[in-house]
C-alpha cells in the first residue's frame, strides 16, 4: 500500500462546474497535508496547507481534512480551464519530508 | 524574483558522464530538499538539509548521488556515472519551519535526459 493514495484520472469537466479531488493517507504520524497544482514540465505550485481537520477556504479553492478516516479533499469552485493542471497531494511530519501521491490529471472544458 | 531558483533548466547527457544541478532557495529559507519526479508520478523526497546540515537522505540517494550546502545557502546535487534510469525532473524546495511544519515552495525543476 502506497503511503499516499490518489485517483490519477484524468478527470475531465466544463468550465464552471465544482471540481472534488481526493486523497488518502496511511500514515497518521504525518499531520501537515499539502496540495500544490503543477502545470505540464513546470515545478509544483504550492496551493493549500493545513495541519488540522476540518475546511480551510482559500478563494475558490477549499482544502478538507478527515483525520479519523485518513481523507483529504481538495474542492474548486467555478472552475475554469486555467485550473487545467495536475494536482497533488501530499503530506509531511515533523522532518517535513513531503509524501507525495502520484497526482490527478484535470481538464477543464471551455 | 524571489522564489526558488534551478540551474539549468534542461540538461542532456550521455550514459556515464557526471551532471550537476544548482538550487537557490528563498533567501531567508533555511530549510532546503530535493526530490526527484518520473513522469507520472508524484515528487518522491531525495534528501534535506537544514542551514548546512545534511539531516536526511532517501533509500532512492544511491552513492552515486551526492548533495551539498555548504554554506547554508545554495545547494547541489551531483550524479555520477549517470544512467537511463536517471531521466528524471529533479526539483528542490525549500521552508522556513515553524511551529511543527512548514510549507514548501518548489523551484521550476532541473529536466535530466540521459541518452
Known amino acids: 500500500q502506497k503511503e499516499v493514495e490518489q485517483d490519477p484520472g484524468p478527470l475531465s469537466v466544463p468550465e464552471g462546474a465544482i471540481v472534488s479531488l481526493n486523497c488518502t493517507y496511511s500514515?497518521?504520524?504525518?499531520?501537515?497535508f499539502m496540495w500544490y497544482r503543477q502545470y505540464s514540465r513546470k515545478g509544483p505550485e504550492l496551493l493549500m496547507y493545513t495541519y488540522s481537520s476540518g475546511n480551510k477556504e482559500d478563494g475558490r479553492f477549499t482544502a478538507q481534512v478527515d483525520k479519523s478516516s485518513k481523507y483529504i479533499s481538495l474542492f474548486i469552485r467555478d472552475s475554469q480551464p486555467s485550473d487545467s493542471a495536475t494536482y497533488l497531494c501530499?503530506?509531511?511530519?515533523?522532518?517535513?519530508?513531503?509524501?507525495f501521491g502520484t497526482g490527478t490529471l484535470l481538464a477543464v472544458q471551455p | 524574483d524571489t522564489g526558488v531558483s534551478q540551474d539549468p533548466r534542461h540538461k542532456i547527457t550521455k550514459r556515464g558522464q557526471n551532471v550537476t544541478f544548482r538550487c537557490d532557495p528563498i533567501s531567508e529559507h533555511n530549510r532546503l530538499y530535493w526530490y526527484r519526479q518520473t513522469l507520472g508520478q508524484g515528487p518522491e523526497f531525495l534528501t534535506y538539509f537544514q542551514n548546512e546540515a545534511q539531516l536526511e537522505k532517501s533509500r532512492l540517494l544511491s552513492d552515486r548521488f551526492s548533495a551539498e550546502r555548504p554554506k547554508g545557502s545554495f545547494s547541489t546535487l551531483e550524479i555520477q556515472r549517470t544512467e537511463q534510469g536517471d531521466s528524471a525532473m529533479y526539483l528542490c524546495a525549500s521552508s522556513f519551519p515553524r511551529g511543527g511544519g512548514s510549507e514548501q515552495f518548489f523551484g521550476p525543476g532541473t529536466r535530466l535526459t540521459v541518452l
Open positions: 501530499a503530506n509531511g511530519g515533523a522532518t517535513n519530508k513531503l509524501i
Open positions: 500514515n497518521s504520524a504525518f499531520q501537515y
